[in-house]
C-alpha cells in the first residue's frame, strides 16, 4: 500500500508542476491532491473485486451468462442513481456526497465479501452501483477549481489515480482470492472504502469557489443544457465508447481463461498491466500531446487506437502480441475518457457540472448495463461456433460507430 501511495503522489507531483497558470490552482493543491487519493482509493476497491467475479460466481453455483447479469445490476443501479447524486453535489456540496458515497461503498463491499448465496453478491453489488456518483462528483470538483485550459490536464490525473488503482487493484485481488478466497480481498476493499471517507473528511474541504447559496436545483435547467446539440453529440458518443469497452472488459476474464487457461492470478496480473499503460498515457502522454494537437483531434486518435486493437485482439491469441494490443486498447480507452468529459465540461455551465458529469457517467452506467448481457451473449456464441473473439469484433464495431458522431460534433462547433 506504501508504494501505491507513493505511486499517486509521484503522479501527482509531476503534473502540479506542470502547471502553467497557478492563480487558480495553488489555493486547492493540497485539496486536489487529497481528492485524488480519494479517486484512488475508491477505485482501488473497486479493482480489487474484478479478477475473480467471474470466479466468485461459478463457484457460487452461477453461470457466465448470470456473471453478466451481475454487472449489468451494478451498472444498473449507477445508472439510476447517480445523475440524482451529482446533480444534488451542484446544490449541497462535493465533499457531502463524496462522504456519503464512500460510507455505502465500504459497507456493499463488506456485503459481498459475505455472500454464500448469489442474490448476496447481487445484493453487493448493486449497492456499490449507487456509489458510482463519487467519480462525477470528484470530476465536477476539479471543474470548480481549475481554469478551462487546466482541465484536460486534472481531469487527465484523475483518470491516471483511477489508472493506478487498476495497477495495483486487480494484483492485490487476483493474489489474495487464489490464496485466501474471495472474502479477505472483498473485506480489504471495504477497509479501503472506510479508510477513504476517514481521508476524505478531514482533508478534503468543500471547493473555495463552491457557492452553495447561488446554485438552485433544478432538473429542468439540467435538461435544458443536455439538449443543446454539442452535449447531445458527446453522450452519444460516451455512450458508444463505453458499450465498446464494457464488451471488452467483461469478455477478457472468460476469453483468457479459454484461450490460455489463466486462473485469477494471471488474470490480475493483465488487469495490472493494463492499468499501468492507461496511467501512464492519461498522466504522461496525454498532457504532452494536448499540447501540439487539440482535444478533437486527440479524441479521434483515442477512437483509431481502440478499434485497431479490438480488431486486432478478435484474431491473434500470441501473448506478446496480445499484450501489445491490450497497451493499444488501453491507450485508446484512456485518451477517450479525459478529452470527451473535458469536451463535456467546458460546454456546460458552472452550475450544472455536477449533473452533466453525473448524466454523462449515468449513460456509462446504462453502457454498463446493457453491454455485459450482450457481450457474454456474444462470446457463448462465438465460442459454439469456434470464434473466440467474435465478441471483441463485436465490440470494434461499436467503437467505429463512433467517428461519424465526433465529426459531426466539430462540424456543430465550427457553425457556431
Given at each position: 500500500m506504501l508504494i501505491c501511495r507513493a505511486s499517486v503522489r509521484l503522479v501527482g507531483k509531476i503534473l502540479l508542476s506542470q502547471n502553467q497558470d497557478h492563480s487558480r490552482v495553488a489555493v486547492s493543491k493540497s485539496a486536489l491532491s487529497a481528492l485524488f487519493f480519494v479517486v484512488f482509493l475508491d477505485n482501488?476497491?473497486?479493482a480489487i473485486v474484478v479478477p475473480y467475479l467471474f470466479f466468485y460466481v461459478l463457484t457460487l453455483g452461477g453461470s457466465p451468462f448470470l456473471y453478466g447479469i451481475l454487472l449489468a445490476s451494478y451498472s444498473l443501479m449507477s445508472f439510476v442513481f447517480t445523475p440524482f447524486l451529482a446533480r444534488l453535489s451542484d446544490r449541497y456540496g462535493r465533499r457531502k456526497?463524496?462522504?456519503?458515497?464512500l460510507a455505502i461503498s465500504s459497507l456493499s463491499y463488506f456485503i459481498f465479501g459475505s455472500a454464500h448465496v448469489i442474490w448476496l453478491l447481487f445484493l453487493g453489488r448493486m449497492l456499490s452501483g449507487t456509489?458510482?456518483?463519487?467519480v462525477p462528483v470528484a470530476q465536477a470538483y476539479v471543474a470548480d477549481v481549475t481554469t478551462p485550459n487546466q482541465r484536460l490536464r486534472y481531469l487527465g490525473l484523475l483518470g491516471a489515480a483511477a489508472g493506478l488503482a487498476f495497477i495495483f487493484g486487480p494484483a492485490i485481488g487476483?493474489?489474495?482470492s487464489s490464496l485466501f478466497g474471495y472474502a479477505v480481498p472483498s473485506f480489504l476493499a471495504s477497509a479501503l472504502a472506510f479508510s477513504n471517507l476517514v481521508l476524505a473528511f478531514f482533508r478534503l474541504p468543500e471547493p473555495a469557489s463552491f457557492n452553495i447559496k447561488k446554485t438552485v436545483i433544478s432538473f429542468s435547467a439540467l435538461l435544458a443544457v443536455l439538449r443543446k446539440r454539442a452535449i447531445a453529440q458527446l453522450l452519444a458518443v460516451y455512450f458508444l465508447f463505453f458499450v465498446a469497452f464494457v464488451f471488452l472488459q467483461t469478455a477478457l476474464s472468460p476469453w483468457l481463461q479459454r484461450v490460455f487457461g489463466f486462473g485469477t492470478l494471471q488474470t490480475g496480473l493483465i488487469f495490472f498491466y493494463v492499468g499501468a499503460v492507461s496511467a501512464f498515457s492519461q498522466a504522461i502522454l496525454l498532457p504532452a500531446l494536448s499540447k501540439k494537437l487539440d482535444r478533437l483531434t486527440l479524441t479521434l486518435i483515442g477512437i483509431a487506437a481502440l478499434t485497431i486493437g479490438l480488431f486486432a485482439l478478435s484474431i491473434f491469441t500470441d501473448l506478446p502480441f496480445v499484450l501489445a494490443v491490450a497497451a493499444l486498447i488501453s491507450f485508446g480507452f484512456g485518451v477517450q475518457f479525459v478529452t470527451i468529459n473535458t469536451l463535456i465540461s467546458l460546454n456546460t455551465?458552472?452550475?450544472?457540472?455536477?449533473?452533466?458529469?453525473?448524466?454523462?457517467?449515468?449513460?456509462?452506467?446504462?453502457?454498463?448495463?446493457?453491454?455485459?448481457?450482450?457481450?457474454t451473449t456474444a462470446f457463448t456464441f462465438g465460442v459454439s461456433e469456434g470464434f473466440n473473439g467474435l465478441v471483441f469484433v463485436v465490440s470494434a464495431l461499436v467503437s467505429l460507430a463512433t467517428i461519424p458522431l465526433v465529426l459531426n460534433?466539430?462540424?456543430?462547433q465550427t457553425t457556431k
Open positions: 482501488l476497491g473497486f456526497i463524496l462522504l456519503v458515497g456509489t458510482a456518483a463519487t487476483g493474489t489474495l455551465p458552472k452550475d450544472a457540472q455536477g449533473g452533466a458529469l453525473g448524466v454523462a457517467w449515468a449513460i456509462a452506467g446504462l453502457a454498463q448495463t446493457i453491454a455485459p448481457v450482450f457481450a460534433y466539430k462540424k456543430v
